[in-house]
C-alpha cells in the first residue's frame, strides 16, 4: 500500500521536525513574540479626507438614534486611532433606494465627495436589537455553611444585546464600490435595564480593531526563536 506508505513516512517526518524544533527550544534558545504590519485591506494610497456618511437602519431600540450614533463611533475612533482626516459634517441623507442600487448609483457618491472634497466615504447598514434571555443557569457557589464550592441551578433575569453592522467604503474619485465587510456583536448581561447606550458601544468595541484594520496597517504576532548559543 505506498500510499499508507507514503502517509506514513510523512507523519514521521513531521514528528522529527516538531522534535528538532522542541530541542532547539530547549538547548540554546528564546522564543520570542514579535509584531509584523499587515497592510490595510483598502491601498489608502493618496487618500486622506474620510467621509463618514448616514446609515440605512433595518432595526433599532427606542430612544437610540442608531444611524446617529454609528457615524459619531466611527469618527470619534477614526480620528483617535489614525492619522486620517475625518471630516465633520452634516452630509445629506441617502437615496432612497435598494442597497443594491445605492451601492452601484456612482454619480451620487461622486457627486457626495465633490461636494465635500472626500477622497473616501464610509457609509452601511445596521440593526441593533434586544431581547429578554432570563432563564435558568447553572454556577458554581461557595456554601456559607461548609465553605465548599456547590453547584446550583436557579432562575437569573438577564438581558441580550446584537449589533449587526454592514460596512461599504466608497472610492471619493469614482464612486465605485471599493470594499465592504459584514461585523456582528452579541452580549448578555444581567438583569434588566442596562443602557442601551453603553450597551451600544461595547458591541462596536468587540470588532473595532478589525473595522479599523480595512483603513490602516494592523500588526500580527508571531512566534520566533532566537539562538544564545
Known amino acids: 500500500m505506498p500510499g499508507v506508505t507514503g502517509r506514513l513516512f510523512a507523519g514521521a517526518g513531521w514528528v522529527a521536525i516538531g522534535l528538532a524544533w522542541s530541542a532547539v527550544a530547549m538547548a540554546g534558545s528564546t522564543r520570542v513574540t514579535i509584531a509584523t504590519p499587515m497592510p490595510s485591506r483598502i491601498d489608502m494610497s493618496g487618500m486622506k479626507r474620510i467621509l463618514v456618511t448616514r446609515f440605512i437602519v433595518d432595526k433599532e431600540l ?3 438614534d442608531l444611524d446617529k450614533e454609528l457615524v459619531k463611533l466611527l469618527r470619534r475612533e477614526l ?12 452630509p445629506p441623507s ?3 433606494q435598494p442597497l443594491k442600487d445605492l451601492l ?3 454619480g451620487f457618491w461622486r457627486r457626495l465627495a465633490d ?3 472626500a477622497d473616501l466615504i ?3 447598514k445596521a440593526s441593533y436589537e434586544a431581547a429578554d434571555r432570563s ?5 458554581d457557589e461557595i456554601s ?8 446550583r441551578t436557579r432562575f437569573a433575569e438577564r438581558e441580550g444585546f446584537t449589533l449587526g453592522l454592514n460596512l461599504f467604503f466608497m472610492e471619493g474619485a469614482t464612486g465605485r464600490l471599493l470594499y465592504e465587510d459584514q461585523f456582528s456583536g452579541d452580549n448578555t448581561v444581567n438583569g434588566h435595564g442596562t443602557d442601551r447606550l453603553t450597551a451600544l458601544y461595547s458591541l462596536f468595541e468587540q470588532f473595532e480593531d478589525d473595522v479599523l484594520s480595512i483603513v490602516v496597517p494592523k500588526p500580527r504576532t508571531a512566534q520566533r526563536f532566537i539562538f544564545t548559543e
Open 115 to 117: 461636494t465635500y472634497g
Open 144 to 151: 456559607p455553611v461548609t465553605g465548599q464550592r456547590v453547584r
Open 104 to 106: 452601484a448609483n456612482s
Open 94 to 96: 441617502l437615496p432612497e
Open 62 to 64: 427606542p430612544g437610540v
Open 122 to 124: 464610509i457609509s452601511g
Open 135 to 139: 432563564g435558568f443557569v447553572t454556577m
Open 79 to 90: 480620528h483617535k486611532k489614525t492619522s486620517l482626516n475625518i471630516l465633520d459634517v452634516d
